[in-house]
């Protein structure tokens, strides 16, 4: 009979053993990506129905502050991130954290780096109980690293720590993944969320607590054939299918052509250098030097400098909020503009020479002074009537391009006035009247993107309960950062992308 001490280690061999086949079992995905016959892991998105309500949310936020105050660009006082401008997002997924894996649904985000998810040890948010929680104690392969972090909102916030453990997206397993376990959800705009968490697909730069974003482990662990990631959106209201995220390449079913590429310009969001901006076939002169733009698949808007998403709103009859003060700078001070231009004075200066704006370097800045002329029209603030005359010269420079005589251009500024977005409200547009409105078009890398009407206009119900919404949204966003465009699904589903992270660059061809 064998010595009673052998049995206990022969049965703790088998233990041991049979842990190590279910460990393997678990983490076996990590091993099927280099098996497929293209070497390509597609992640199947889901779509769900546009819904009105999260889009007019959508628009109460800016979710690129924090980012770009990370990056040492934007306002040090400020990091409200909010995320509202996840709200609105149709389209989504699903992974594992853990093993065995716990499953969240998620949005796929270029526009931020970190991945996060609510935890079992957030009780006392009402939010968390509408969402799959992780628990730790449930993974065998969980580190708890306990670094507490927290994201500030526009409308609340989420804290939490920070733990390492495997990650499955798709068949593959991403093992010793830094995420975000959040403790603390302060808002109800977390409750109507569709969404557990986010899982961000930018680059580290702008990771919260530094954390390594899971595409970087990708690629370190050799679980990805090429460094790149590309989407393909379905817009086909009609299919089930919402899209296909693809790491490792791209798939050639889903798209036209050949892509076309840019160079990224700056490391942080999937950032590249934009032109002129066209609605129909006539210049806006806005971005003709050149804009900043982002490409980004965690909102469904396009987002532009409030100068230009008048001038759509304008174009395509969008009901905009009255703007007094804009009205009341074209009345009292369009003729002054208007000889200024003329005179040859550099629109960059004009407003300063107005006196409506103190001149600081290249940039024309608000004064911060209570003046004569904000006394005379009613507490009218210097800081609106220098961002409103910005707008005027740049709205009457392009009409001055275009040869218009004085009274006409300053007739269409006036009416521009009222088509001002409102940073809290949709643009309502008459359904009826797609046919009769123009396309826009980006410049990018000298090539022509145009959307049409009917992609650019979102659409919810049917029938007599059909409402369609203007797509774009404004931001503004001061230099150096800015101006800055972000093209979120709208444009993506029109134009397939490719992440190119190994050289850099991104690429659009259209959408099969």
């Known amino acids: 009979m064998p ?20 460990l393997l079992a678990l983490c076996l995905c990590a091993f ?32 690129y502050a924090k980012g770009l105050e990370l990056l040492g660009l934007g306002d040090s006082d400020s990091d409200a991130v909010p995320l509202t401008n996840y709200l ?47 628990k730790g104690t449930k993974s065998t392969t969980y580190t708890k690293i306990g670094d507490e972090l927290e994201i500030n909102y526009g409308s609340g916030s989420i804290s939490g720590f920070s733990s390492k453990d495997t990650v499955q997206v798709g068949d593959l397993c991403v093992v010793d993944q830094d995420f975000i376990e959040v403790t603390k959800e302060g808002s109800l705009s977390f409750v109507i969320g569709k969404f557990d968490g986010i899982f961000g697909l930018g680059f580290k730069e702008i990771s919260v607590g530094g954390l390594q974003p899971v595409w970087y482990n990708m690629i370190e662990q050799g679980l990805v054939e090429e460094q ?59 971005c003709e030097g050149g804009c900043a733009a982002i ?46 231009l003329v005179s040859g004075v550099t629109p960059g200066k004009v407003c300063s020479q107005a ?39 740049i709205w009457m420079q392009n009409q001055l391009q275009q040869s218009e005589t004085k009274e006409v251009v300053l007739n269409y500024v006036n009416k521009l006035c009222e088509s001002i977005p409102s940073p809290a409200g949709e643009s309502v547009i008459d359904c009826n009247s797609l046919s009769k409105m123009p396309n826009v078009s980006f410049t990018i890398g000298e ?21 369609c919404i203007s797509g774009f949204m404004a931001l503004d966003v001061p230099p150096p950062a800015g101006p800055l465009w972000i093209l979120g699904d709208v444009f993506m589903g029109v134009y397939h992308t490719v992440f190119d992270y190994g050289n850099l660059q991104l690429g659009f061809a259209k959408s099969a």
């Open 3 to 22: 010595h009673p001490s052998l049995l206990i280690s022969l049965h703790l061999t088998f233990l041991e053993m049979g842990y190590r086949l279910v």
């Open 32 to 63: 099927v990506p280099s098996m497929l016959a293209d070497g390509l892991l597609r992640i199947n998105v889901k779509k769900r129905a546009l819904d009105i309500n999260n889009i007019k949310a959508a628009r109460k936020g800016n979710k």
């Open 88 to 134: 609105d997002a149709q389209y989504y997924g699903e992974i594992g954290i853990g093993s065995p894996p716990q499953t969240f649904t998620v949005i796929f985000d270029t526009g931020s780096s970190n991945l996060w998810v609510p935890s079992s040890k957030c009780i006392f948010s009402i939010a968390c109980y509408f969402h799959n929680r992780f």
């Open 228 to 286: 790149v990631f590309s989407f393909w959106l379905n817009r086909n209201e009609a299919d089930e299918e919402g899209g296909e995220l693809v790491f490792g390449g791209v798939d050639p079913n889903h798209f036209i052509g050949e892509h076309s590429y840019v160079p990224v310009t700056k490391k942080g969001y999937w950032q590249f250098d934009m032109g002129d901006f066209l609605i129909g076939n006539q210049s806006t002169g806005f």
């Open 295 to 340: 490409v980004d698949s965690g909102t469904s808007l396009l987002a532009g400098p409030t100068t230009i998403v008048t001038e759509i709103n304008y174009a395509i009859g969008a009901e905009g909020v009255l703007s007094n003060e804009c009205k009341t700078l074209v009345n009292e001070y369009g003729d002054m503009i208007w000889d200024l």
């Open 355 to 393: 006196g409506l704006c103190f001149a600081s370097g290249a940039q024309s800045v608000s004064s911060n002074i209570e003046t004569v002329v904000e006394k005379e029209n009613g507490g009218l603030g210097d800081t609106v009537l220098c961002e409103v005359c910005q707008m005027a010269v």
């Open 447 to 467: 090539k022509l993107y145009t959307l049409t009407p009917e992609q650019y206009i979102l659409k919810t119900g049917e029938g007599i309960a059909a409402v």
